[in-house]
């Protein structure tokens, strides 16, 4: 059974960085795109950023130049570093697991918060 498995979020002034992690198991791994979202209070989910298994990233323009996304295969991990954090970016993040078909899997998310 797949598990995916967030870590990292925290409280945090504007300006600061974080770095989120996402252990994932049991699955193979290094074949999947892998994914970070966000969902903030009273809002929809949304899609942050995402790696392909040949190491190709891409990110939402909110977060494009301060958000970095990478994985380590042999660890079976996702990074998403997070740098000039402001308040909107508060949210809930959760990483995925992008399967060719059907719905991605999921993590239970960790809490980001930004604030002075």
């Known amino acids: 059974q797949v598990q995916l498995v967030e870590s990292g979020g925290g409280l945090v002034q504007p300006g600061g960085s974080l770095r989120l992690s996402c252990a994932v198991s049991?699955?193979?791994?290094?074949?999947?795109?892998m994914a970070w979202h966000r969902q903030a209070p009273g809002k929809a989910r949304e899609w942050v950023a995402s790696?392909?298994?040949?190491?190709?990233?891409n990110y939402a323009n909110s977060v494009k130049g301060r958000f970095t996304i990478s994985r380590d295969n042999a660890k079976m991990m996702v990074y998403l570093q997070m740098n000039s954090l402001q308040p909107e970016d508060t949210a809930v993040y959760y990483c995925?697991?992008?399967?060719?078909?059907?719905?991605?899997?999921w993590g239970q998310g960790t809490q980001v918060t930004v604030s002075s």
């Open positions: 995925s697991i992008r399967w060719p078909t059907g719905p991605d899997s």
């Open positions: 049991g699955t193979v791994f290094d074949i999947y795109t």
């Open positions: 790696v392909d298994n040949t190491g190709y990233t």
